[in-house]
């Protein structure tokens, strides 16, 4: 706990005086044995702006080439707090830990206001301009480089936009007119749209693992929509046509690729998530893992918040459906691996 809390309190640091990151590599030698009192004297100091503490990426020992974040004056050395990839695996379940949670929290929080107020387009636009205004903040605070958009950026933008709007809507309709819970297992079929749609409009070919595990999202699907209680065409049809609109979203974005999209464009710009600190630090099997569970959390959560009940046929399909989707994601991060080795190999 004490080098959690000496590492929150070294990260903090740069909200109180100028930036400045880690230095590079070096072998100084570091003192993996001082004394907790050390370490927080050192951490204070920075804390108060003393610049001669500094965090610093050194080896753990003279033995040992594993890199360790330390903090560092010329008077006693190096003070090591822990080892540079327990830090990164910390930093990456706080991703994740706040993603599923601030996910799970929002579907909870916004079946409430659908039960009590039962205006999904109203709810819609008024979480999408939460977002716009918490981004702008960012933005106008320079704590998130702002973006630059030249105008035919803009128009290569505007229809991705659009359909990220409509599927937002989609969704919460969808949650709207039924469970919260069922929206999720209908959502798990986005990736049938996505390979459907790929085929038609870009003709892009799917491998056989990938059409093979399509074949359990539909029949799960299908199954836990016969079987729903709570089962309503416009609970359907508002998941599906967030299913579509994501599905073409991506298929745009894809196509758009070499289109001029301005500058600072990054991944948390474009869509404003934790998700997106979490996904670009790990590798595509841990991202399609992620994916699954935060689905069934989701569901679990939802289910067990509102008391929904649900048949065994249900809960079936709704198993069916999620391994099903999970095992998508895993044939297409699979194709993506052996895309990016060939690549390299013709590079070569």
Same mark, same amino acid.
């Given at each position: 706990?004490?080098?959690?809390?000496?590492?929150?309190?070294?990260?903090? #640091?740069?909200?109180?005086?100028?930036?400045?990151?880690?230095?590079? *590599? #070096?072998? #100084?030698?570091?003192?993996?044995?001082?004394?907790?009192?050390?370490?927080?004297?050192?951490?204070? #100091?920075?804390?108060?702006?003393?610049?001669?503490?500094?965090?610093?990426?050194?080896?753990?020992?003279?033995?040992?080439?594993?890199?360790?974040?330390?903090?560092?004056?010329?008077?006693?050395?190096?003070?090591?707090?822990?080892?540079?990839?327990?830090?990164?695996?910390?930093?990456?379940?706080?991703?994740?830990?706040?993603?599923?949670?601030?996910?799970?929290?929002?579907?909870?929080?916004?079946?409430?206001?659908?039960?009590?107020?039962?205006?999904?387009?109203?709810?819609?636009?008024?979480?999408?301009?939460?977002?716009?205004?918490?981004?702008?903040?960012?933005?106008?605070?320079?704590?998130?480089?702002?973006?630059? *958009?030249?105008?035919?950026?803009?128009?290569?933008? *505007?229809?991705?936009?659009?359909?990220?709007?409509?599927?937002?809507?989609?969704?919460?309709?969808?949650?709207?007119?039924?469970?919260?819970?069922?929206?999720?297992?209908?959502?798990?079929?986005?990736?049938?749209?996505?390979?459907?749609?790929?085929?038609?409009?870009?003709?892009?070919?799917?491998?056989?693992?990938?059409?093979?595990?399509?074949?359990?999202?539909?029949?799960?699907?299908?199954?836990?929509?016969?079987?729903?209680?709570?089962?309503?065409?416009?609970?359907?049809?508002?998941?599906?046509?967030?299913?579509?609109?994501?599905?073409?979203?991506?298929?745009?974005?894809?196509?758009?690729?070499?289109?001029?999209?301005?500058?600072?464009?990054?991944?948390?710009?474009?869509?404003?998530?934790?998700?997106?600190?979490?996904?670009?630090?790990?590798?595509?099997?841990?991202?399609?893992?992620?994916?699954?569970?935060?689905?069934?959390?989701?569901?679990?959560?939802?289910?067990?918040?509102?008391?929904?009940?649900?048949?065994?046929?249900?809960?079936?399909?709704?198993?069916?459906?999620?391994?099903?989707?999970?095992?998508?994601?895993?044939?297409?991060?699979?194709?993506?691996?052996?895309?990016?080795?060939?690549?390299?190999?013709?590079?070569?």
């Amino acid at each position: 706990m004490l080098q959690v809390a000496v590492l929150l309190t070294a990260l903090s #640091r740069p909200a109180l005086v100028a930036p400045r990151p880690p230095a590079p *590599l #070096r072998s #100084r030698t570091p003192v993996a044995t001082a004394a907790p009192a050390s370490l927080l004297g050192k951490a204070a #100091r920075m804390v108060r702006g003393d610049p001669t503490i500094q965090y610093e990426t050194i080896t753990c020992s003279d033995i040992d080439e594993e890199e360790c974040l330390a903090l560092c004056d010329e008077e006693t050395g190096c003070s090591i707090v822990a080892p540079s990839a327990a830090l990164r695996t910390l930093k990456i379940g706080v991703y994740f830990a706040l993603w599923f949670a601030l996910s799970t929290g929002y579907n909870i929080a916004n079946k409430v206001r659908l039960n009590a107020i039962a205006l999904p387009w109203c709810h819609s636009a008024a979480s999408l301009g939460v977002g716009s205004a918490f981004v702008s903040f960012l933005w106008a605070t320079g704590l998130r480089k702002r973006p630059s *958009l030249p105008r035919a950026a803009v128009a290569t933008l *505007l229809p991705i936009s659009f359909l990220h709007a409509l599927g937002h809507i989609g969704a919460v309709v969808s949650a709207g007119a039924g469970a919260v819970s069922f929206t999720q297992i209908v959502k798990a079929a986005e990736p049938v749209c996505t390979a459907l749609l790929s085929w038609g409009i870009l003709g892009a070919t799917i491998s056989a693992p990938a059409a093979l595990a399509l074949v359990p999202i539909v029949a799960g699907v299908a199954l836990a929509s016969v079987s729903e209680l709570s089962f309503t065409w416009l609970s359907f049809s508002g998941a599906m046509l967030s299913n579509l609109a994501f599905a073409t979203r991506n298929i745009l974005s894809r196509a758009s690729m070499d289109r001029p999209k301005g500058k600072n464009m990054t991944p948390e710009n474009l869509f404003g998530e934790v998700a997106m600190l979490a996904l670009n630090n790990v590798n595509p099997v841990t991202h399609a893992v992620a994916n699954t569970l935060k689905r069934v959390v989701i569901l679990l959560a939802c289910v067990v918040f509102f008391k929904t009940p649900m048949t065994p046929l249900c809960i079936a399909g709704s198993t069916v459906a999620i391994v099903g989707s999970y095992l998508y994601s895993m044939a297409k991060g699979r194709e993506k691996a052996l895309a990016k080795a060939a690549a390299k190999k013709g590079a070569a």
